[in-house]
């Protein structure tokens, strides 16, 4: 008994030590997600400063696959000591666990550190869809009805809910290629391998820009500063059709308390550094910078709307 007492005793006080050496050595920071994909782009950009910052390297390993299930469950079984990091966008935490099973409850099998950033999203076709505009698309979508093909990221993908939202709201019926990542996806409207595709700002812009795919619409509340000449989807004739994604750090159950405060607060301070915002939104994130309970908050309230999208748009794993 005195003996058991005692080793209680020392582990009680080796966390704060561990906590205050932390961290002693590179960090491992697991992305589910594709190379090149806006929640990758994000953190790059944010565990540059953070390795600067805490004075050790944190280095970035991609394992896509499963629309993120096999990265985000390396995350749940990694060891809880805070030398292994999880990035989970709301696909893996909000939209996947509303179409199958998964290895992982989203919500209890994670500590949340901080919300890193909001993803913005537009709608591009491919330069020979004969339609300008989303009213256009709509009509030679509904014209040509199963004709038209669109690229996601995977099954229960950003890319998948969002189209599939489309869809449901402009009632047209086009086809749904799943990639292996949204990169790629996304890329694959160039060349015409797909018609029209819902993507990320970070990925999309320079294409928009250089003129290899057309911009029909942003679903946001207002027009991007990076594409103002796109309007909004409710410009463009679909009210109330609104798509913002997220990504956020969290560390295995079981991570000491001291260990998860120092994560937070070098992520929110990576965050909120000039160079680092500026980077974010200059290619169509948000910088957010969250404190722990908003990952648990915004996760719950996802699942329900998800949920609710799920429903509405008949989405099925296909």
């Known amino acids: 008994m005195i003996r058991n007492l005692l080793a209680v005793a020392l582990l009680a006080a080796a966390v704060p030590a561990a906590a205050q050496d932390y961290p002693a050595k590179p960090i491992q920071m697991l992305m589910p997600l594709q190379a090149g994909s806006a929640v990758d782009a994000m953190m790059r950009i944010v565990t540059e400063r953070m390795s600067h910052n805490m004075g050790r390297q944190i280095v970035v390993e991609n394992q896509p696959g499963a629309a993120g299930m096999i990265g985000a469950e390396r995350v749940k079984r990694a060891a809880p000591d805070g030398y292994t990091l999880g990035v989970l966008n709301d696909s893996i935490l909000t939209m996947i666990p509303n179409l199958r099973k998964v290895p992982y409850d989203p919500v209890k099998d994670f500590v949340p550190v901080s919300i890193v950033a909001g ?147 070098e992520t929110v301070k990576a965050v909120n550094d000039p160079g680092v915002r500026e980077k974010l939104i200059a290619i169509g994130l948000e910088p957010i910078g969250s404190p722990p309970e908003q990952v648990t908050q915004w996760t719950a309230a996802g699942l329900k709307r998800m949920d609710e999208v799920v429903k509405r748009a008949g989405i099925t794993m296909e």
């Open 119 to 265: 993803i913005h999203w537009v709608m591009v076709v491919n330069n020979d869809v004969p339609a300008k505009s989303v009213g256009e698309f709509v009509a030679l979508a509904k014209s040509r009805p199963g004709k038209l093909d669109y690229s996601s990221g995977g099954v229960g993908s950003p890319q998948h809910f969002a189209m599939e939202a489309f869809k449901a709201a402009t009632g047209t019926y086009l086809v749904h290629i799943p990639y292996r990542g949204a990169t790629q996806a996304a890329l694959d409207v160039i060349p015409g391998q797909v018609q029209v595709h819902f993507g990320a700002v970070s990925i999309l812009l320079p294409h928009i820009k250089s003129g290899k795919v057309r911009a029909l619409a942003v679903p946001s509340p207002k027009r991007s500063s990076l594409l103002p000449d796109v309007p909004t989807m409710a410009e463009a004739g679909v009210p109330g059709f609104e798509w913002f994604t997220w990504a956020a750090i969290s560390v295995p159950v079981g991570t000491p308390k001291p260990i998860v405060d120092r994560l937070h607060a």
